[in-house]
């Protein structure tokens, strides 16, 4: 398991790993439970590391590109550090990649916290708002009771929630999602935040 005792250690053995297998950086992007936790915003311990994508440099600003499938010096560090650390298979994984292909919140990158683990690694770990609008959005997916204990972690405001929320309604064109969003909002405890989408 991964909790905020061994987080920072995890991600400084996947840094040396890099620097074994490739001379060349890599940056990615980190949400859920890890990223919660190096944060500081949540302390429970969680099984896996979610990579949201891998950063390409750009003049204009950093491009987020897929992280699906992880690029092969990462795969292969993250092998050895889950060896190492007895970690399971798959400890590393770009689950939420997908959230890349319907838009991610606006101004997501700016409020990106960006970290460094050795010569080779980057991590930016998602900021705190946008964190709120994965956690709201996989609750309304039935992503199971942790994401609704990580998002009552996280103690949005109204205006928060209501942000994230527009968000959401961004994701899905399915005529019948607005109402769904509405009533999970409702059931929630967020009724003020339903009835002003």
Partial sequence: MINPANNTFIFEALGAQLERLTPDPLEIVVCGGAALQALGLVAR????VDVLAVV???PAGPILLTAD???????????RVGRDLGLPAGWLNA????L????LPEAFVGRLH????GE???VQFTGRFDQICFKLYAALNGGGPRHLADLEALGPTPAEVAGAARWILTQDAGPQFPDLVR??????GYSDVADSL
Avoid: K, Y
């Fill in 120 to 122: 080779r690694l980057v």
């Fill in 69 to 79: 499938p992880l690029p092969a010096a990462l795969a292969e560090a993250a092998a």
């Fill in 114 to 117: 960006r970290r460094v683990f």
């Fill in 183 to 188: 009533f999970f909002l409702r059931e929630t």
């Fill in 100 to 103: 890349l292909t319907e838009g």
């Fill in 45 to 48: 311990a969680t099984r896996d």
């Fill in 95 to 98: 689950g939420p990649t997908g």
């Fill in 56 to 58: 390409r440099a750009d």
